[in-house]
C-alpha cells in the first residue's frame, strides 16, 4: 500500500506532463497554421490574381504529388511551396512590371527572373520550422535540362517539391492569362507539358501528370475553378481570377478554422 501512493501520484503526475506537453504542441501547431495562412491572406490583399493562380497550382501540385505515391510530410511541403512560390513577385521592384499590360522589356524580364530569390529570401525567417520552404521556392523555376534560374540546378539536383510545383505552375501560367501571354486551352497545356518532358520538366513526373487519371483530376479542379462561386472566398479575394479552395494540409484537424472545399 505504502508503494502504491507514491507511485499513483507520480503516474498521475507523468500523466499531467503528457497533457501538457500534448496542449503545448497543438498550440504550436495551431500558431504555425495562423502564420502560413497570414502569408497567404497578405498575398490575396496585395494581389488577388496571385492569390488565385497558387491556390490552383497548390491543387494540382497536390494531385501530383499524391499520384507520385509521396508521403504526408512531402506533400505538405508542396502545398506551402505551391503557396508560397511566387511570394517575391510582390516585391515593390516587381509589382508594377506584372500589373502593366505592354510585353516585357530585356530589363524587366531579368527583374522578374529575380524573384524566386526574393520569395526565398521573404521566407528565410520561417526555415527553421519549413526547411523545404525557401529552398523549394528558390528552385521553382529551374528546368530539368539545367537551362532555368536561378542557379541552373539539373535534373534530380532540383528539390523534389519544386519539380513537382514547376508542372502545375506552368500548366496553370498557360490556362490564365498573364501579361506577357493570353489564356490557352487545357490541350495547349497539355501539349506545352509534353514537349517540356525531359527539358523543363522531370519527364517521370511529366509522363505522370499526363497520364489519364490524373489528367482527368486536372482537368475537373481546373473547371470548378472556373466557375462562379457565390458565396465563396473567392469572392473575397476579387472574383475575376478563380481558385479552388485549398485543404491547408497543415492546419490541426481538431480545433483549426472550417475546413475547406478542396479534397485532393
Ligand atoms: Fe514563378
Known amino acids: 500500500m505504502k508503494d502504491i501512493v507514491p507511485f499513483t501520484l507520480g503516474a498521475a503526475a507523468a500523466g499531467g506532463l503528457l497533457l501538457r506537453e500534448h496542449g503545448m504542441r497543438t498550440k504550436a501547431e495551431r500558431l504555425s497554421a495562423a502564420t502560413l495562412e497570414t502569408l497567404l491572406n497578405a498575398i490575396d490583399a496585395n494581389d488577388a490574381i496571385t492569390g488565385a493562380h497558387v491556390r490552383r497550382v497548390a491543387a494540382g501540385a497536390l494531385i501530383l504529388g499524391e499520384a507520385a505515391g509521396l508521403g504526408e510530410r512531402t506533400l505538405r511541403s508542396i ?17 508594377d512590371i506584372f500589373h502593366e499590360d505592354s510585353k516585357l ?9 529575380t524573384h524566386p530569390i526574393r520569395g526565398a529570401e ?41 519539380r513537382v510545383v514547376a508542372i502545375a505552375d506552368s500548366f496553370d501560367a498557360i490556362t490564365h492569362r498573364r501579361r506577357y501571354s493570353h489564356a490557352r486551352s487545357f490541350s495547349e497545356a497539355i501539349r506545352a507539358i509534353e514537349e517540356g518532358r525531359g527539358t523543363q520538366f522531370d519527364p517521370e513526373l511529366a509522363d505522370l501528370f499526363l497520364s489519364p487519371p490524373v489528367r482527368g483530376k486536372i482537368e475537373e479542379v481546373t473547371r470548378e475553378a472556373n466557375k462562379p462561386h457565390k458565396n465563396s472566398d473567392n469572392r473575397r479575394r476579387g472574383g475575376a481570377e478563380r481558385a479552388p479552395d485549398v485543404t491547408f494540409r497543415w492546419r490541426p484537424r481538431s480545433r483549426g478554422p472550417r475546413a475547406l472545399g478542396h479534397q485532393p
Not at 79 to 86: K, P, Q, S, T
Not at 144 to 162: A, F, Q
Open 79 to 95: 502545398e506551402r511551396v505551391a503557396l508560397f512560390h511566387d511570394i517575391g513577385k510582390l516585391h515593390g521592384a516587381l509589382t
Open 105 to 113: 522589356t530585356p530589363e524587366e524580364r531579368r527583374a522578374v527572373m
Open 122 to 162: 521573404v521566407l528565410a525567417p520561417l526555415k527553421g520550422f519549413f526547411p523545404d520552404l525557401p529552398k523549394g521556392v528558390a528552385a521553382h523555376h529551374e528546368r530539368w535540362d539545367g537551362k532555368g534560374y536561378p542557379r541552373g540546378l539539373k535534373g534530380r539536383r532540383i528539390p523534389l517539391v519544386s
